[in-house]
């Protein structure tokens, strides 16, 4: 077979603008009384041409039905790679092998119903990016933008895009390479797969931030390849098959590593930027040669600090008579500084180095090992009936919007939503015999108090269960392990319950067949994560160096549904 294909599109858009309408117009008024506003100069962006032409050729060849091979060819040319990269060449082959046909398994057929082996190495490319990266293009400055204005009048003003121009961009490939085995034993009632595949993918295809002094904000450009390995089973097994009961099980797991093999960047961290400026720095994910994708990087939590016990010896602070705060001696832990700069009994503390200096840290990461599913199905009489479980295992995730509502910042005193900070569990500077703040005492409270040792065994007299930091002492976040969760999961996904009516009832109506049946989908997720949904990621498709970022994202909603399927 030989083919060829090709497709051209342009996005172009129009907008108008009209503003100044008088304040008594509502928005049906609005909509109906355009020329009431004061038009502004109207928009367009016609945006690069996407044209692909595409070559393409496939051989098939078959001996005996044992022996089979496929071979293919494509050659892609896009217009969104300059003249010296536009076209890419992806040729693949696969062999199979049905060994089960062979004189020396005859003997076996009793028990062994498949036995193919398969073979297979292809490439495939990726051109998904947006078009016109190849040169500098401009457009008129939209309304929105602080254009000059001259006798008061806005004047119209050429600017660039965020996009730095790369003539260089050219082709992502991929290339695949698998071995597998498909097996059916006891005349199909064990049945599945096993493949073991290594893919690698070189010249990808990134946004890229650059340098702010470019004058802009990033870049698409082909740095690095990655490759993964993994091994996959598929197993289907018929437990039971009569005439009024039938019970089947199916049942499948992925095992994947990913690895960066080569990286052409210098600064080897990417920042999610999730929540703006929530967080005080980002560069949470670490990018390095040999390293894998998903590595989350942070502090470690490390408790909170508390106030010195004369008697055991034991806390990190110590109260001076002028109402402030001072490490005790011997404690070297300078936490404090990242999260704020206050000094304070219950303010959160990460893992320190020798010198007290925060470090930090490999969190974990957020790509899953392990995924799969399993699931049954089958009847009972008229009933039909079918469920199915997935999982995954292996991967953190961050739990951002824990994390965003776990601080004091400015304004924001609502900032104390978790429910891990209720007042049975978070340290608390408050007396609750008299409500005086005797965490950041003044010095005539002291004196009330009868001296700072007083102050000092009440704290910890009233903070004896508190088990985490109060989120009142923390004025600046950081990503720490306390937001980074396992995301492992096992959901129920589906389950069908059905009924088909009998033969002679359906019948008499003139038809062949009536089946009633209800689903429910997203029923149950057994999981240890703390946030709506595991299965959440709101970072990467701003950046998908950041995978793992569970931010304000709406979890996934339970369905049911019921229907008749009628067959005439």
């Known amino acids: 077979m030989v083919g060829q294909e090709w497709s051209s599109s342009q996005d172009v858009t129009r907008t108008n ?26 928009e367009g962006n016609i945006k690069a041409e996407e044209n692909i032409l595409s070559y393409f050729g496939r051989i098939n060849y078959t001996l005996n039905d044992k022996y089979l091979a496929t071979i293919t060819i494509r050659a892609d040319g896009s217009s969104k790679f300059g003249k010296d990269n536009r076209w890419g060449i992806f040729p693949s082959a696969a062999l199979a092998w049905r060994m089960s046909d062979e004189e020396f398994l005859k003997g076996a057929s009793s028990w062994l119903s498949n036995l193919k082996a398969r073979l297979s190495f292809g490439t495939a490319g990726n051109n998904r990016i947006n078009s016109g990266l190849l040169t500098t293009t401009y457009s008129m400055a939209d309304n929105t933008s602080k254009a000059p204005f001259f006798d008061e009048n806005r004047a119209s003003m050429l600017e660039h895009g965020k996009f730095l121009y790369n003539p260089d961009l050219k082709w992502e490939t991929t290339v695949t390479r698998n071995f597998g085995i498909d097996y059916g034993f006891f005349n199909g009632r064990l049945s599945g797969t096993l493949d073991f595949y290594w893919n690698t993918t070189k010249d990808l295809l990134m946004q890229s931030i650059v340098p702010a002094n470019t004058g802009y904000s990033y870049q698409f450009q082909n740095f690095g390849k990655t490759s993964n390995k993994g091994v996959e089973l598929a197993l289907n097994a018929v437990i039971v098959d009569k005439k009024n009961f039938g019970l089947n099980f199916n049942f499948n797991v992925s095992y994947n590593k990913n690895k960066i093999d ?65 490490l005790a001696e011997g404690v070297k832990d300078n936490s404090y500084k990242l999260f704020g700069g206050n000094l304070y009994p219950g303010v959160a503390k990460v893992e ?78 408050i007396d609750p015999a008299n409500g005086n703040n005797i965490g950041r005492p003044s010095a005539s409270l002291i004196t009330e108090y009868g001296g700072v040792e007083k ?20 004025s600046t976040m950081q990503l720490i392990s306390y937001a980074v969760e396992d995301a492992s999961f096992l959901r129920l996904q589906n389950v069908t319950v059905g009924y088909t009516l009998p033969k002679k009832w359906v ?31 709101t970072s990467s498709k701003k950046n998908p160096m950041t995978p793992g970022i569970d931010y304000a994202a709406y979890p996934k909603s339970r369905t049911f549904v019921g229907g008749i399927n009628v067959t005439f």
């Open 507 to 537: 019948n008499k109506c003139y038809m062949q067949n009536v089946r009633i049946y209800f689903t429910g989908y997203n029923l149950l997720c057994f999981t240890n994560y703390s946030g709506y949904d595991p299965e959440v990621d």
């Open 352 to 429: 320190v180095d020798e010198n007290g200096e925060a470090v930090k840290q490999r969190l974990g990461n957020t790509v899953p090992t392990t995924t799969g599913g399993f699931g049954f199905d089958g009847h009972v009489g008229n009933f039909d009936f079918n469920l199915f479980f997935n999982y995954s295992l292996g991967n953190k995730l961050v739990n951002g919007t824990k994390l965003a509502n776990s601080f004091y910042a400015g304004s924001a005193k609502n900032y104390n939503l978790v429910d891990d900070f209720n007042v049975g569990n978070r340290y608390t500077w």
């Open 17 to 42: 603008t009209s503003v100044a309408f008088p304040t008594s117009f509502t928005l049906n008024e609005v909509l109906a009384n355009t020329a009431a506003g004061t038009a502004l100069p109207n």
């Open 455 to 474: 102050v000092m065994n009440r704290l910890n007299e009233i903070n004896a269960n508190a088990n985490i930091y109060n989120p009142a002492g923390v």
């Open 262 to 326: 080569e990286l052409n960047m210098e600064n080897p961290w990417q920042s999610s930027n999730w929540s703006g400026s929530t967080i005080a720095k980002y560069e949470d994910f670490r990018v390095e040669q040999g390293g894998r994708l998903g590595e989350l990087w942070g502090y470690k939590s490390n408790g909170f600090y508390t106030v010195f016990d004369a008697a055991t010896g034991k806390g990190d602070l110590v109260l001076k008579e002028n109402g402030t705060w001072a």
